[in-house]
């Protein structure tokens, strides 16, 4: 198993620009979430799934979208890239709920926005 | 909501002495309490867990508290080697809602 994959690790983008970040996992999790990172902040969530077809919104959803059409797969839309939103992002993915089921992290994508 | 807060945000400790991480939480209904640990460059990795019906749990050098009374919970690592070194966050959680995290604790350990 690979586990949790996102890609790319490290990314720039100019203030404006939209792009995707990846994630997959191939444990048949049902539950997917995208966390970002700053420092002194901690784990921030983004949005979750708790299956395909179903997502929800986390702490910090503004500026971001997410779908989930397949099991596998969550990716992260950035539709117009802020200074704001430079950070660490990282993908996770549980068998359950995470009170249910041990929550597994991706390796993290570094985002710049210039 | 849940709020989760971790204290101290940086640590360093001799090898071989004890470390202990604490954090509280807001919401008496939060029932799962896990510990992740993150070394450099990686995703953070569960370390340990404890759940609302035990008190204390260990494995090998770790160990984590929960005080359900005062609501506070703790990581103890004992006889620190190096490779512990990483930042540690405590999280906590009620039924299927999301965790939630604390802001993390940055663990030095000085050879």
Redesign the interface.
């Known amino acids: 198993n690979a586990g ?1 994959t996102q890609t790319p690790k490290f990314q720039v983008l100019k203030t404006g620009q939209s792009m995707t970040l990846q994630c997959a996992q191939d444990m048949n999790h049902e539950y997917m ?1 995208w966390y970002r990172q700053d420092p ?6 983004i949005h ?1 799934s ?1 299956g395909a077809g179903i997502t929800d919104q ?1 702490e910090v959803p503004n500026g971001y979208n997410v779908s989930r059409s397949t099991t596998e797969d969550f990716p992260l839309r950035l539709l117009s890239a802020a200074p704001s939103q430079t950070s660490v992002y ?1 993908c ?1 993915s549980s068998y359950a ?4 089921g ?2 597994y ?4 994508t570094r985002l710049t926005v210039t | 909501g849940e709020n989760v807060e ?1 204290h101290p ?1 940086t640590l360093s400790v001799q090898e071989g002495d004890s470390a202990v991480i604490k954090c509280t939480y807001s919401d008496s209904a939060s ?2 309490f ?1 510990w ?1 640990k993150q070394e450099l ?6 370390i340990i867990d404890i759940r609302s019906n035990v008190g204390e749990k260990k494995d090998q050098r770790i160990a984590v508290t929960l005080n359900k009374t005062a609501k506070h919970f703790s990581l103890h690592i004992t006889e620190t080697q190096p490779e512990d070194s990483a930042v540690y ?1 405590c ?1 906590a ?12 604790t940055r663990l030095s350990v000085i050879a």
């Open positions: 949790v979430s002194g902040m901690g784990l921030r969530l979750y708790v986390g990282f996770a709920a995470p009170g249910l041990e929550q992290f991706g390796p993290g | 971790q945000s029932n799962y896990p992740y460059g990686k995703g953070p990795q569960l966050f999280a959680i009620s039924g299927n809602t999301p965790l939630v995290f604390g802001k993390g």
